[in-house]
């Protein structure tokens, strides 16, 4: 995962320092991300996607009742959702309320209930979650998307839900990947464009 994101910090000063060079002098305006703009400087560029774009490429799926579950529920109930929705994780809410717990993921379910022989039938949620006050990791919607990675990164997490007072959503690390991707395609088109001359 650092390797991925070393290469796409990489990439990126690559392209701006190669838009720099051929750019110098001209006084062009170029077409990028949709924006118009005189200067290099106001890209779009990775470091101004925020965690609200990526939501908003996820659609009407990025948030619901699907998306978590309370303390008080049996955990198979929660495996059984996230079977169904496709998804490694589920926020977690307080009985009757609408305040974070926690979060639940694939791997709280194999380390503390799978290899330790436990029932998920009989054991809560709240018992073998990621506790909010232990180490609970979330972001904003205007979070960067290199800022999550670098956070799901540093912290070896595939799922960060997006908090704005109350839930928003969740990202994975595979929505992060798939932005920068995208990002860093459009940039690479872009350049090989204004190469090629297509921005005079």
Known sequence: MQGIFGAVRSCQETLKAAILQHSHGRGKIFTFGGTTSSSPEQLKGLENVTVAEVLMTKGEEKTGSWLWCRTDD????????????????????????????????????TRKIVAQGRSPIYTTVGEIMTDKQ???ITVTSDTNVLQ?????????????????????????I???????????????????EFIKGDYY
């Open 74 to 109: 049996a955990v198979i109930d929660a495996v059984k959702n996230m079977a169904k929705n496709n998804i490694g994780s589920l926020v977690v809410l307080k009985p009757g309320e609408e305040h974070l717990a926690g979060i639940i993921t694939e791997r709280d379910y």
């Open 134 to 136: 232990d180490k609970l």
């Open 148 to 172: 999550a990675m670098q956070l799901m990164t540093e912290n070896q997490i595939r799922h960060i839900p997006v908090i704005d007072g109350k839930i928003v959503g969740m990202i994975s």
């Open 174 to 192: 595979v929505d992060v990947v798939r932005a920068v991707v995208h990002e860093q395609s459009g940039e690479l088109k872009r350049l090989n």
